[in-house]
């Protein structure tokens, strides 16, 4: 088993950083797996003829959709150049600041996405990285949100997010990490002060009032979810949404 990880491993090296994906033109949405594969441009792929070889693609439901979303994260690539991949994956795996090399994490990225579709939008989101736009660590940040999230909730959240919502708003989204939380500080005023220094001394004298101000959440946009909204706000944000 360990040889069959390596292998793949350097296949979806190779494929990643020494392949022209422009050929690729398929709409991965409306076809199925064997479909898919019987593309020749897809064929073509390094990685696919690896795990196909690998795996045989029998039963093991997990190997098919498992390639299913590496096709989608290298048909999201495909407008991306091999110079521009390879310049920046060899810049972080030279880097000596990241343990797992790009190719390696992208594999375990790609293997924890809910679907193929949540893989193409990582793919989406690394070209922000490629391009420039965002940082490695943006990227890593955003894809670990983006392969959790399911498609409901992302369009929920790029069609009704904005800055300053309510835990009402954002229900189960609350600790998704599309938001940032900040709880305000609980400001206590007594009304009657001589009240509060008679308690003070005989506890069963008197009783006072108090006003409780503060104590809420304040919930903005995440860098994160600043990021996704940018990526797809434009994109996928028209998309119809029944609450």
């Known amino acids: 088993m360990e040889n069959n990880n390596i292998t793949i491993q350097e296949s979806f090296d190779s494929t990643l950083k020494d392949t022209d994906l422009k050929g690729i033109a398929i709409d991965i949405t409306e076809l199925a797996l064997d479909s898919i594969i019987k593309d020749p441009t897809v064929q073509s792929l390094p990685i696919v003829g690896t795990v196909i070889g690998i795996t045989k693609l029998g039963a093991n439901i997990h190997d098919k959709l498992f ?59 690394f070209k922000f990285f490629v391009n420039g736009k965002i940082s490695y660590d943006d990227f890593l940040k955003t894809s670990n949100v983006l392969q959790k999230i399911t498609n409901y909730d992302l369009q929920w959240f790029l069609n009704k997010a904005k800055d300053f919502m309510n835990s009402e708003d954002v229900r189960g989204l609350i600790g998704s990490g599309l938001f940032d939380l900040e709880y305000e500080p609980v400001d206590v005023r007594v009304d009657d002060e001589d009240d509060y220094k008679k308690l003070r001394e005989n506890p069963n004298s008197s009783k006072y009032k108090a006003e409780v101000d503060g104590g809420g959440i304040n919930i903005t946009l995440s860098r994160v979810g600043n990021i996704i909204m940018d990526i797809f706000g434009s994109r996928e944000k028209k998309k119809t949404l029944k609450l």
Request: glycine fraction near 4%.
């Open 67 to 125: 390639l299913k979303k590496i096709i989608s994260f290298l048909n999201g690539l495909k407008n991306v150049s091999v110079e521009d991949r390879n310049k920046i994956i060899k810049e972080i795996d030279e880097s000596k600041k990241y343990r797992v090399k790009v190719g390696e994490k992208l594999l375990y990225i790609i293997d924890s996405c809910n679907d193929f579709e949540n893989s193409e939008r990582v793919a989406n989101v």
